[in-house]
């Protein structure tokens, strides 16, 4: 019998019986896209990296680690790539860190623009925010590609939502299921709304432990009120309210009061940090801290995926004579330089001070 989507009694009980999230979107610095991180070849070296990073990520206080997987990885390598899976989350879990796992993405750009992923040495172009010329954050030409498009691949991707989910239900080392991440971006619209729902109706039969999510992205159309079809099913669906929000923070601020008031929810930002739009650790870090809000900023140490670089539409925007008052010697996203020295480390002392703040609050709790 398909489980219905969490009261808000259970997911208030579930979000109480959390410490406050925080953490990053996890890649090693290694790695130049999901295919590098996920695949055999050259593996074993890129997971010293890891097991290093994941280190450092513990000692300034994070306790959460978001993941997107590769649907190709699983398919051609489905064996392997299910034993990688497990020695992330279980090296994560020996950092103190817990894992949020990604399936879907509409973060794409069109199928001309790019070749499709292929296991083996992975190309790098330097300069471009990650990783890439044509980047989904560049400007884009038309809709972007997903293998959900193709209907056989479409019911693979099923099955690995189904694997995945069913072997980690009662795991509470996996800590949230996001099952899309920013559905009808790529210029994409609607067209993953039904694979979306049908990645929910999965894990609603299965019923895991953890509760379920799906993160909307456009802020802006939020505040606008005109906020996609897909993206309010995306809110609708989940059982934890997610989204991403690149904008500074009054923006914040307002994205959070809609999002409080018209849902009435937990919540999660689940990509922020973009220094050249004024999304900053020193005004935002505090404002999750204080609403009680899991965050998982955009990167972590600097490396092959080179997203401190700026979005490519962000240049574009400066090249055609606008963007004047964009400072392009800011890091977008990133926390830690290659030495694992800090980008900037008064964004470090204050990300440790708050994530102490928060471990103090529940040892008093406990107490109480």
Known sequence: MRKEKW????????HRSQPWLRGCNFMGSDCCNRVDQWQ???????????GEELALASSVGYNSIRIILQFEVWDQEHDGFMQRLERYIALAHKNGIST??????????????EAAPKMGPQRVDVGYHGGRKKSPHGVLTGPGYSILDEPELAERFCDMVREIINKYADDSRVVVWDLFNEPGGGKRESRSLPHMIRFFEIAREIDPIQPLTACAWDMQALCAGRLSEIETAAFELSDIISFHCYGAYEEMIRVIDILKTTYGRPMLCTEWLHRLLHNDVESIYPLFYLEEIGCYNWGFVAGK?????PWDSLWARYEQGGGKDIDFTKWQHDLFRPSFRPYDPKEIELIKRFNHYADEKIRRDDRS
């Open 7 to 14: 009261s808000k009694e259970k997911i208030w009980e579930w």
């Open 40 to 50: 055999e070849y050259g593996f074993e070296e890129r997971f010293k990296t890891v």
């Open 100 to 113: 949020m796992v990604c399936f879907g993405n509409d973060c794409t750009v069109p199928k001309e623009s």
């Open 305 to 309: 995926y080179q997203t401190y670089e």
